[in-house]
Every structure is written in structure tokens, then in C-alpha cells.
């Protein structure tokens, strides 16, 4: 290569990085270092998470022939160098984008993806399935390869991974990207473990000579698995004075290394990938390496900052002179805080989120009532089951799109036996920018089924303020969830007084004669600018926010079927099996005729995009919202034949 040259411009495919020298590595890490930084200063996204495994992204593609090799990537926010250099480099900048790049890997999007992953833990169990499948099909020359960081070894899918892949003789490497990090700070023993790990005297002393018995192996040809055993038997006795995890599940160690050294990285992966069995190998990384402010300042900040002066490290502002609405998981947050303060009872649990649902604040203030329990839902879920059979009021705060992964957890260990755990749900609904993958679309309808549970959604904060302190009273005995979205809210005097809210009722925020429109939660608010618009047009549109999907308000409902034949539901969830179908159901037990349009997401996978774009592309935005009035309004050409009528959108 000419010097000067820019190398990552040369590359479009992983083929091209293996045409460069070995000694040209460096050089392509801190381009694509700086392309990252670059792009991400201007457009926005995950941050530190990208830029912490440059080296070990530049160096396992470097060594293994991906996509035949098969490279599952695990907490898919770190995976951007593997975009760039995976022919998305053009691209690159639409990334998270409303019909842009995703965020995460994602199948329908490349080759190189080979599994989509929004949410963490998953990479060993699918890396090894495709292993099994390899070998199955006679392609047992293929290499797969797991990389897992970002905190996703405290979930508990990763063990259960680790456990059959240790048996399993699968040709499979598990390649641990230890930055002590998810988005907040790990915790937990394991984490303890790791660090005792990486420092230990015993592990250091032998890593030099086996990292050198290594480097032979692939001068040795018929000789190099003896070379391995050799290695193999030299770890098993640097740990005769500290038990191995990852040894003990039949795993083979290697490390730790340091995870920063693309050179070094790229000899290590080329001994071990002819190594045969289950490994895994121990990096140390630091996240946001490379970028000084991130180094050297807050990590959790950095892990997805939003735009930002690439040269001062000064985050963008939007600028208004006039007060803003608080964030719901701010309003959450504060609210959880006064509530502990007039009940000792109430404990606050999140699994890994403290920052990104605002328990931080509650953990900062009452040390001894809020937990972090790691990645890890279900296990957030029985914990705070635990603490409810002993008198105590948890708040269970988990995104909706994550607490999917404890719904039997939700029906076994809280449901079935009515326990008093109040479930908070952030980013219920379309979450934006993150995509398919953290949309929180369905928890509307699957909490509607579960027995004893009450099922809620505020329209504001200060409804969401209301319906906490709600939940906590003493005469509330079962399970109970509220879920709110991500962003902010609409009232900026938020703090007011307590109030009790009767459970099962809703409240009418404007009355009319044309038609009715019903919203649960936030797009009420999108209902409220529809009736404006209606108004303004000689349509007059009664509005009624129901707060409860679960016990439903039936007297207000009698209300609308006994006044009006033409109704709207509103909601940001699945219309399949949500509130509209709720709806549905009380019109159809109680033989009402009326033409009823279901306004929510449909029956499909929706990508990334603001989430005002989403809305408009899943119809219930407060134009769809208008048009759907508009179209009831509308002079009838036919009579109702008697049954009930409705339209699914």
C-alpha cells in the first residue's frame, strides 16, 4: 500500500481486508475508528459500545473467511465496524434512520448478519445451533464464532448456552468482550469474577508462555494438537490455585488479552480457529476506546449519546427558550423516589437499565431499596415476587420489548399466585430509532390475558404519577403494570398533588355527537389534536381516554355503544388481541351494533424510524386519526343490516 493511502476505502468486503499486511491492521483500526466517530458525532447512535471492539471487529474478520465462517454477534449495538467493513459503508449514515440501516444486525440486511439481535445473551445458543447445523450438513470446515460483551454474560440465556455448547464437541469459539460494561456498570459476582480473572498473578504469569506455545502452533502441521495440549495442560496448572468457570463447563480458556491489540488479536484467532471444541476467549476492552472524552469521562453517557462536536465532546442541544415536557422515565423515576419516601415498603428493581428507565435516581437517593440485578428479566421478575411474599411493594421496571422474556415468570411466579409486584413497562409502544427489535408493541395484549392482572396506560404524567401511586395502596392487592413510552410527555407542571385513580375507569376528555374516538395511554394525545382538526371542520368527535385495558370500563363503554354507532380505537400496540379487540369483544358480549376502526400497529414487523414516522406508517397518527373520523362521519350510503360492524386496520 502507498503511504498516505486511506486503506478503509479500499475496503468494501471482508476479502479486501484480507488482501492488507498484518502490519497494516493498526492503520485500518483507527480509520475505521474515526469513520465511526465521524458519522455517529452527526447522525446519532450507539457509541462506546462500537468503538471498544474495533480491533477484535478488524481482526476477526482479518482471520476467518466470513460470511462461510459464521459470525454471531451478541448486544448488537457494538457491531458498527462490522457493518462498515461488510460492504454497509456507503450506507452507513442512514443508519437508524426511518428506511435506513438498522441499528443492530439484521439478516434481511446482509449475509454477514448472520442473526438478528437487538437484546443481549443469544450469540452462543445460535452459534451453536449453526454448528450443530454445520456438521450435520458435512461442513465441518466452517467456523462460527460468538462474540459476547456488554454485560450479556450475567444473562442467564448465555449460561444455558455455555452449558450445552460445553458438551456439545461443536466447533465453536466464544469470544468474551469483558469492558466491565452493559450500559451502566455490570454487576453481580460474575462481574467480580472477570476482574479477579484479568488481575490475577497466577493467570499473568503464564499467559507470556502460553501465548508463545500458541504462536507455534501453526509452524508444527500434523504436531500443532499436541502443541494445543501442551497449552491446554499449561492453563489447567495456572489454575490449580483458582478454579475456572469457563474450564469447568468444558470449555477451553484462553487469556485474558488484551483486547486493543489488533495485532496481537489477529495471531491469537489464527492458533485458535485449529484448535478443535468449544473455547472461549477473554478479552479485555474498554469502552469507547479511542475516543478521549469517552475514555475519560462517563462511560454510561457515551454508550449512546445522541449528536455531538466531535472535537469538543460537547453534546448537541436543542434550543428553546420555552420550558419542556419532562421524559416519562424521568417522571418515573422522581415519582418513585417521593413514593418510598411516604412507604418503606416499596423497593425499586431493574435488570440492567438503572440509567435508561431513570431507577438511578432512586438508587442514589435509597442505596439499600433499589437493585440492579444484571441483564437478567426473569429473574428481575421472580426477585421482585420474592420480596412481595414477604409484605414488600416492588416496582418492577422493565422495557416492555424486554420484559417479553419474563413472561412466564409474570404468569407462574406473580399471576397464578397473585402477588402484589407492580410491573412498570418504559418504552412501551414504538420506540424509535432502535428499531424492531426494542419496539414495545405487545404488552398491551399480552398482559390482557393473564389473570389477577391489571393492565394500564397514562395519557400524561401526571396520570402516570397517579396510577404509581395507585398501585402501591393498600387496597391494591394484585399484580398491576403500567406502561408509558419512551420520550418525553406533554404537561410541563407535572408535579402535582397525589391522587387515587378508580381502578377500571377512564375519564371523558371531551364530549361530541359524530363519533367516538377511544385511546389508551400517550395517543390520546395524538387523539386530542385529531378533534381539534375535526372541530375545525364541523366534526364533532367525543374523546375518551379509558386509562384500563384490564378490568375495562364498562360503564363508560355502555356509554359510547348505547350513544354512538361509530367508534375509533386508538392505540400505539398490536391491534391484534389489544385494546381495540377489547373493545371488540365488550361490543360483541353485549350485542351493540356500531361500525368500530381499530387504530394501532399492524400484524408486521416495523423497522426503525422517528417515532412520529412510525405512527403515520402504522396509522394512527393524528392525520389517520382525522381521516378515520372523516370516513365515519360520511353520510352512510346503507343502513346497518343489524350486526355488528367493524373495520381492522
Known amino acids: 500500500m502507498s503511504q498516505g493511502q486511506n ?43 462500537s468503538l471498544g471492539v474495533v480491533e477484535l471487529t478488524v481482526a476477526l474478520h482479518y482471520i476467518f473467511n466470513t460470511p462461510y465462517d459464521q459470525l454471531v454477534w451478541d448486544t448488537g449495538h457494538q457491531a458498527y465496524g462490522h457493518k462498515i467493513l461488510t460492504g454497509r459503508k456507503d450506507r452507513f449514515p442512514t443508519n437508524r434512520l426511518y428506511k435506513g440501516l438498522s441499528g443492530f444486525p439484521n439478516r434481511k440486511e446482509s449475509e454477514y448478519d448472520t442473526f438478528g439481535v437487538g437484546h443481549t445473551s443469544t450469540s452462543i445458543s445460535a452459534a451453536l445451533g449453526m454448528a ?7 461442513e465441518d470446515d466452517r467456523k462460527h464464532i460468538a462474540v459476547i460483551g456488554d454485560g450479556a454474560m450475567t444473562a442467564g440465556l448465555a449460561f444455558e448456552g455455555l452449558n450445552n455448547a460445553g458438551i456439545s464437541k461443536s466447533n465453536i469459539l466464544v469470544v468474551l468482550n469483558d469492558n466491565c460494561m452493559s450500559i451502566d456498570p455490570n454487576v453481580g459476582a460474575l462481574r467480580a469474577y472477570l476482574t479477579d480473572m484479568s488481575a490475577s498473578p497466577a493467570y499473568n504469569k503464564v499467559k507470556d508462555e502460553v501465548w508463545k506455545l500458541l504462536g507455534k502452533i501453526s509452524k508444527f502441521g500434523p504436531n500443532a494438537q499436541d502443541i494445543a495440549s ?11 490455585h483458582q478454579s475456572n468457570l469457563f474450564e469447568s463447563l468444558k470449555f477451553r480458556y484462553f487469556g485474558p488479552v488484551d483486547g486493543h491489540d489488533v495485532t496481537h488479536l489477529a495471531r491469537i484467532l489464527k492458533d485458535l480457529k485449529d484448535i478443535p471444541g468449544p473455547k472461549i476467549l477473554h478479552c479485555l476492552t474498554m469502552k469507547g476506546k479511542g475516543y478521549k472524552f469517552s475514555e475519560e469521562g462517563n462511560q ?69 431499596r433499589a437493585f440492579d440485578v444484571g441483564i437478567a428479566e426473569q429473574h428481575a421478575v421472580t426477585f421482585s415476587a420474592g420480596l412481595a411474599t414477604r409484605g414488600l411493594i416492588p416496582f418492577c421496571n422493565i422495557y416492555s420489548s424486554f420484559m417479553q422474556r419474563a413472561y412466564d415468570q409474570v404468569i407462574h411466579d406473580v399471576a397464578i399466585q397473585n402477588l402484589k409486584v407492580i410491573f412498570c413497562l418504559d418504552r412501551g409502544g414504538l420506540a424509535g430509532a432502535d428499531g424492531a427489535t426494542h419496539h414495545g408493541n405487545y404488552d398491551l395484549a399480552y398482559f ?17 404519577r397517579n396510577l404509581m401511586y395507585t398501585a402501591q395502596l393498600d387496597t391494591i392487592t394484585n399484580p398491576f ?32 355527537q359524530d363519533v367516538a374516538i377511544l385511546s389508551i395511554g400517550h395517543p ?17 368527535a367525543a374523546h375518551y381516554d379509558m386509562r384500563f385495558v384490564k378490568p375495562i370500563d364498562t360503564q363508560m363503554l355502555h356509554e359510547v355503544f348505547t350513544r354512538f354507532d361509530k367508534v375509533i380505537t386508538v392505540e400505539d400496540g398490536c391491534i391484534m388481541g389489544g385494546f381495540g379487540s377489547a373493545v371488540l369483544e365488550f361490543m360483541s358480549d353485549n350485542n351493540y351494533n356500531a361500525k368500530v376502526i381499530r387504530l394501532g400497529i399492524p400484524d408486521k414487523v416495523v423497522e426503525q424510524g422517528t417515532q412520529s414516522e412510525l405512527y403515520k406508517e402504522c396509522g394512527f397518527s393524528p392525520e389517520d386519526i382525522a381521516n378515520a373520523a372523516r370516513s365515519l362521519a360520511a353520510p352512510q350510503q346503507k343502513k346497518g343490516s343489524g350486526k355488528s360492524l367493524f373495520i381492522a386496520l
Open 230 to 240: 501442551k497449552v491446554e495442560n499449561a492453563i489447567k496448572t495456572s489454575l490449580l
Open 300 to 368: 454510561t453517557f457515551w454508550h449512546a449519546p445522541g449528536t455531538f462536536d466531535k472535537i469538543t465532546g460537547k453534546v448537541t442541544e436543542t434550543k428553546s427558550d420555552a420550558p419542556q415536557p419532562p421524559k416519562y422515565q424521568d417522571v418515573f423515576g422522581h415519582t418513585i423516589v417521593e413514593l418510598a419516601e411516604l412507604n418503606s415498603r416499596i423497593m425499586g428493581i431493574t435488570p440492567a437499565m438503572p440509567t435508561g428507565c431513570s431507577l438511578n435516581i432512586m438508587m442514589k437517593a435509597m442505596p439499600d
Open 132 to 138: 450443530v447445523a454445520s456438521h450435520y450438513k458435512g
Open 481 to 512: 403494570s403500567i406502561r408509558y413510552p419512551r420520550g418525553n410527555g406533554v404537561i410541563i407542571d407535572w408535579k402535582q398533588p397525589f391522587k387515587e385513580i378508580e381502578i377500571g375507569k377512564g375519564r371523558k376528555i371531551k364530549d361530541g
Open 524 to 540: 390520546g394525545n395524538l387523539a386530542v389534536k385529531a378533534c381539534k382538526t375535526l372541530t375545525d371542520e364541523g366534526i364533532n
Open 448 to 464: 390482557r390475558c393473564v389473570p389477577n392482572m391489571i393492565v394500564s396506560a397514562p395519557m400524561d404524567e401526571v396520570e402516570l
Open 7 to 49: 486503506l478503509l476505502e479500499t475496503i468494501n468486503l471482508p476479502a479486501d481486508l484480507r488482501k492488507l499486511k498484518e502490519t497494516d491492521l493498526p492503520q485500518v483500526c483507527n480509520e475505521l475508528r474515526q469513520f465511526i466517530i465521524d458519522v455517529v458525532s452527526e447522525k446519532g447512535g450507539h457509541f462506546g459500545g
